[in-house]
């Protein structure tokens, strides 16, 4: 079974500060990768993911994770932050095969604050 | 508009009662879930359906019931059994290709007193 592990609990940033988020995950085979993002009362959305190619992939606002295997990790960054990015992050895996990939395991999240 | 609705936005109940949760989608998607939130564990998987009638236990699915009799709808009864069922509920689905992207509705929070 896969994991999920972010270690970093809660980030605290001021505005135009650069961004990096750990995950790292646990799964002998090949995998699915994503990032969720939870803005105060909003839905958990997609920022981003990875499912095979590039192992750098942009997502929206400004968003990008590079996936590297070798580390079992897929690390979320942007370069300036702004006030607005204010949300919980979730790194998420599921298996990329056929089999098994209907389980979505989602680490325990990463509250980001952005001090204007 | 596609999209997944839960109803209703919160609810409270009492101890010992068993309350059903509404979980509706429009997005001709296949698979559901239903995953439990509370702060610092993430989210955790309570219970999926890969297709109508059929449905599997996640990784928390005790205290918990559910049905898929229709491809849109797939409610979660938290029953009386459950020993900590205040929690933030969110149901999911996607469609059963290669990827399995989940999207979410906007959550239930449950309170039980």
């Known amino acids: 079974a896969q994991s999920v592990s972010q270690h970093n609990h809660h980030v605290i940033l001021s505005e135009a500060a650069s961004l990096e988020l750990g995950c790292n995950y646990s799964y002998g085979g090949t995998v699915n990768l994503f990032w969720y993002v939870q803005y105060p009362g909003q839905h958990l959305q997609l920022l981003l993911k990875?499912?095979?190619?590039?192992?750098l992939v942009k997502g929206i606002k400004g968003f990008e994770a590079e996936f590297i295997k070798s580390k079992f990790s897929f690390n979320l960054r942007k370069p300036s932050v702004q006030w607005s990015d204010t949300a919980e992050y979730f790194c998420?895996?599921?298996?990329?095969?056929?089999?098994?990939?209907?389980?979505?395991?989602f680490g325990t999240g990463t509250r980001l604050t952005i001090i204007p | 508009d596609g999209g997944i609705t839960q109803s209703p936005k919160y609810l409270f109940r009492k101890e010992g009662q068993n309350v059903t949760l509404s979980c509706e989608q429009n997005?001709?998607?296949?698979?559901m879930y239903w995953y439990r939130q509370d702060p610092g564990q993430g989210l955790r998987l309570i219970y999926y359906s890969q297709i109508v009638n059929d449905f599997q236990k996640g990784d928390i699915a005790e205290g918990y019931s559910v049905s898929r009799e229709k491809k849109e709808s797939f409610p979660l009864t938290v029953t009386s059994a459950q020993k900590n069922p205040t929690a933030f509920y969110l149901c999911?689905?996607?469609?059963?290709?290669?990827?399995?992207?989940?999207?979410f509705g906007p959550g239930t929070r449950l309170t039980v007193t």
């Open positions: 997005l001709n998607h296949d698979a």
């Open positions: 990875y499912f095979s190619g590039d192992p």
């Open positions: 998420a895996v599921n298996a990329g095969s056929n089999f098994g990939n209907e389980k979505l395991t």
């Open positions: 999911a689905s996607s469609t059963r290709d290669i990827a399995y992207e989940q999207y």
